[in-house]
């Protein structure tokens, strides 16, 4: 069973940059692309991006430029690094391999003055 722990949420000024993390285990992490979703306030989920198992990355227009997705296949953790962060980026931050319906607890972001 996969456990996924999101942290490196946080309050921060529009303009300004977090970097969250997912520690993922119960799993062969090389052997999943992962992707990373969000959920603002009274909005379903919404997909943010995705890093394949060769390291490659899709994303959403409405992060692509300020937000890079990486992974660290040693330590089993996938990173999403945001930058330029706005207000519309306020969400609580999930990650999930490909193709299982799993969500560990998220992380919250909010991005306010």
């Known amino acids: 069973q996969v456990d996924l722990v999101e942290s490196g949420g946080g309050l921060v000024q529009p303009g300004g940059s977090l970097r969250l993390s997912c520690v993922v285990s119960?799993?062969?992490?090389?052997?999943?692309?992962m992707q990373w979703f969000r959920q603002a306030p009274g909005k379903q989920r919404e997909w943010v991006g995705r890093i394949r198992i060769g390291g490659s990355t899709t994303y959403a227009d409405s992060v692509k430029g300020r937000f890079t997705i990486s992974r660290d296949n040693v330590e089993n953790i996938v990173y999403l690094q945001m930058n330029t962060l706005k207000p519309d980026d306020t969400a609580v931050y999930y990650c999930q391999p490909l193709g299982m319906n799993s969500w560990g607890q998220g992380t919250q972001v909010i991005v306010s003055s």
């Open positions: 119960g799993i062969i992490f090389t052997n999943y692309h």
